[in-house]
C-alpha cells in the first residue's frame, strides 16, 4: 500500500537532534584543527543554520521540549563542574575565590543593575532582575577558554571557581530580584515571597549536600557495582534536580553543584572515572546547548535594540566587570598582573541565556514593557565576550606573562643519565622540559645540568597542585620500573592525548606471557631499546644532538650523512616536538630539527 508523505517545512526531531550533535562536535574539531575558540565556531553554526539558512529552527522542530532540555543540559554542566571544585587544588587561589564569591557577588549585581538602568535605559525592575542573572561568568565558556588559553595555574583556578560557584548564585540572585518585584506589582505579601526563597535555598542546599555525601558513602562501602556508578550518578542527579527546582525554580542549579563539590572531596576510588565520563558529557551538552541557543536567535527581536545596547555592553566589560574584580581582590595577595586577567576576563554563556528569557518572560506576565529587551541583551552581551574573549584571552594572558608556555613542552618521567642527556638536548633547542622521578637521587644528573625537576610521584596531587603541567604537551614515561611507565602513560593518556604520552622499550616485551592489551601503557618511544640499554649507549659515549633541515641540506642529504643515528624527534619552528621511530613519520617540511642519538666514533653504523 502506497503512503502518501505531507510535505513540511518543520524538521524532524531525530534529525534534529542529530544536526544539533553533528554540528556542535564537528564545531569543536574544527576549532581544534583551526587553532580558533570553539565558543566562537560554535556560535557561528547555530546562526548560520538558524536565523540566516533557517534550516533549523529549535522552536518549530523540537516544541515544548526545548526548554527542559535546556535546563537539564545546564543542570549536569554545572554538576560537572562541581565535580572539579576539589578544595585540595585550590592552595594560593583560595583566598581570592573566596573575595570573588561572596565580595564579588553582590558588588557584581551592583553594578551590573547600574550598567542596565544607565547603559541600556531599562527599568528598576529589569535591571535589577537582570543585573542578577549577570553575576555569572558561564562555565560552559569559561571551560573551552581555558583549555585553548593555557593560563598559569592559579588564574585559570580563580576564572574556573568563579563561574562555577557564582553560576547558580546569579540564579538565586534573580529569584530574589523577581520575588521584590512581585510583591511590588502584586498582592503578595513580602513575608511570604521572603519565606519561599529561603526555604527554597535551604532545601536545595540539604539536597545536595545529602545526596553527594549519601552517594559517595554507597560508591565507598560498595553498595553499587562498578557498571551502574555513572546510570545511578546520572538519575540521583535528575531527580534533585527536579526536586529542588519543584521547591523554588532555579535553586535546582544549587542544589547540583553542591553535590558535585560534595562528590569531589569525598577521595572516592572511582573519582576519576566519574569525573572523565562527565567531561565527555559536557563538551557533548555546551556544544548542543549553544548551537541551540544561538539557532533560536530572533533577529526581530533584536531589531528592538538601539545604540543603547552598546553603551551597555562597554559599561559591562570595561567598567563593571574590572571594577568589581578589582575591589573584591584588593588586598587578597593575588598579584596585580593576575587580577588584572581575571577583571577583563568575563565572558557570559549559556545560564545567562537561558535564565534571562525566562524571566523576561515573566516579567512581561506582570507588565513590565521593556522586560522584552532582556533576552535580546543577554544574547548581544553573550555573542560580544564569547567573541571578543576567544580571540584576545591567549593573547592578553602572553602578554602578561601569565601563560604556562608558548611553546609546548616535553615531561619526562625518569631520572638518569640518558633521560637527563636527551633532557639537555631538547632544552638547548628551546623546548620546556620537566625530568620527574619517585627517587630524589635519581634527579641528581638532572639538577647538576640546571635542569627543572621534581621528586615524587608524577601522578600525585602534590604534582597537580605544585607544576604548570598544561606547559607540557608531550609525556615519555621512562624509569626503569616497567609497571609504573605502564601506570603513568595508561593514567595520562586521556590528559595528554595518547597520541601524546610515549613509554620506552618494556625488558620482557618479546615475551608473550608479560605483553600487555593495546589499551594500556603509551606509543613505543624512539629506538627498541630498553632503559638499561639506553644507559648503556650513554656510557659507550652516545650523545643526543639536534641538527636543523635547510633547503640545501633536506632530510635525505642528513639519512647520508648521519647513517649511524637513531632518530628520535622532529623540533617545528614553533617549538612543538614530535616524537618518532622512523624517516617515514618526518613532516614534510624544509624548517625542522632533527634529534637524533649518535654513536660515538668508532662504532658500526646501526639501522634507524
Known amino acids: 500500500m502506497a503512503m502518501a508523505i505531507e510535505h513540511t517545512d518543520a524538521m524532524a526531531p531525530v534529525m534534529a537532534f542529530a544536526l544539533v550533535g553533528a554540528l556542535g562536535v564537528g564545531s569543536q574539531w574544527l576549532a581544534w584543527r583551526l587553532r580558533m575558540p570553539a565558543i566562537v565556531m560554535m556560535l557561528g553554526a547555530g546562526v548560520l543554520i538558524g536565523p540566516v539558512l533557517g534550516v533549523f529552527d529549535p522552536a518549530r522542530d523540537i516544541g515544548p521540549l526545548m526548554g527542559p532540555i535546556i535546563s537539564i543540559a545546564v543542570a549536569i554542566i554545572l554538576f560537572e563542574g562541581g565535580l572539579t571544585l576539589n578544595f585540595h587544588a585550590l592552595q594560593d587561589a583560595q583566598k581570592g575565590v573566596r573575595r570573588l564569591v561572596f565580595l564579588g557577588a553582590p558588588l557584581g549585581w551592583i553594578s551590573s543593575t547600574l550598567a542596565l538602568r544607565y547603559g541600556a535605559g531599562v527599568s528598576w525592575e529589569s535591571a535589577a532582575v537582570f543585573g542578577g542573572i549577570m553575576i555569572v561568568t558561564g562555565p560552559t565558556v569559561i571551560a573551552p577558554l581555558l583549555r585553548t588559553a593555557r593560563l598559569s595555574r592559579r588564574p585559570a583556578a580563580l576564572l574556573q571557581w568563579e563561574a562555577i560557584v557564582n553560576d547558580p548564585i546569579g540564579a538565586l540572585a534573580a529569584v530574589l530580584a523577581f520575588e521584590v518585584v512581585l510583591v511590588m506589582n502584586t498582592a503578595v505579601d513580602m513575608s511570604s515571597a521572603a519565606m519561599t526563597l529561603v526555604i527554597g535555598v535551604l532545601v536545595a542546599t540539604a539536597l545536595g549536600l545529602i545526596a553527594g555525601w549519601g552517594l559517595a558513602r554507597s560508591f565507598k562501602r560498595g553498595l553499587v557495582p562498578e557498571y551502574m556508578k555513572v546510570p545511578v550518578l546520572f538519575a540521583l542527579l535528575l531527580g534533585i534536580f527536579a526536586l529542588s527546582d519543584h521547591v523554588l525554580h532555579e535553586s535546582g542549579l544549587l542544589a547540583v553543584t553542591i553535590m558535585g563539590i560534595v562528590i569531589a572531596n569525598a577521595n572516592l576510588p572511582s573519582y576519576v572515572e566519574l569525573r572523565r565520563f562527565k567531561e565527555h558529557a559536557t563538551v557533548l551538552l555546551v556544544s548542543g546547548v549553544f548551537i541551540l541557543l544561538a539557532a ?86 553573550v555573542a560580544t565576550t564569547v567573541v571578543l574573549h576567544g580571540f584576545t584571552l591567549s593573547p592578553f594572558a602572553r602578554a602578561l606573562g601569565l601563560t604556562a608556555s608558548d611553546t609546548p613542552g616535553v615531561l619526562i618521567v625518569g631520572g638518569a643519565k640518558w633521560t637527563t642527556a636527551m633532557a639537555v638536548a631538547l632544552r638547548d633547542a628551546d623546548v620546556p622540559v620537566l625530568v620527574a622521578d619517585l627517587n630524589y637521587s635519581h634527579l641528581r644528573p638532572a639538577r647538576a645540568e640546571g635542569l627543572e625537576t621534581f621528586s615524587g610521584d608524577i601522578l600525585s596531587e602534590a604534582a597537580e597542585n605544585r607544576l604548570e603541567l598544561m606547559r607540557y604537551e608531550t609525556l615519555i614515561a621512562a624509569t626503569d620500573n616497567d609497571a609504573y611507565n605502564t601506570l603513568v602513560a595508561t593514567d595520562l593518556a586521556p590528559e595528554y592525548g595518547r597520541d601524546n604520552v610515549y613509554q620506552i622499550l618494556r625488558e620482557k616485551a618479546d615475551s608473550a606471557r608479560h605483553q600487555l592489551p593495546s589499551t594500556l601503557g603509551g606509543r613505543h618511544f624512539g629506538p627498541e631499546k630498553s632503559h638499561a640499554e639506553l644507559e648503556k649507549m650513554i656510557a659507550e659515549g652516545w650523545r643526543f644532538a639536534t641538527t636543523g633541515l635547510t633547503e640545501t641540506f633536506g632530510l635525505s642529504d642528513w639519512i647520508e650523512a648521519n647513517p649511524e643515528c637513531h632518530l628520535i624527534a622532529q623540533i617545528a619552528e614553533n617549538g612543538a616536538v614530535k616524537f618518532i621511530r622512523n624517516s617515514d613519520e618526518l613532516t614534510k617540511s624544509a624548517n625542522l630539527r632533527l634529534l637524533a642519538l649518535r654513536a660515538p666514533d668508532g662504532i658500526k653504523p646501526q639501522s634507524t
Open 296 to 381: 533560536g536567535l530572533d533577529f526581530a527581536a533584536l531589531a528592538k535594540l538601539d545604540s543603547r545596547a552598546i553603551w551597555f555592553v562597554v559599561l559591562v566589560v570595561l567598567v563593571a566587570r574590572p571594577l568589581t574584580v578589582m575591589i573584591s581582590l584588593l588586598g587578597s595577595g593575588v598579584p596585580i598582573k593576575e587580577q588584572i586577567l581575571v577583571a577583563f576576563t568575563g565572558p557570559r554563556g549559556v545560564v545567562l541565556v537561558a535564565v534571562a528569557g525566562l524571566f523576561g518572560e515573566r516579567l512581561l506576565a506582570l507588565g513590565i514593557a521593556d522586560a522584552a529587551l532582556i533576552g535580546p541583551l543577554a544574547f548581544v552581551l
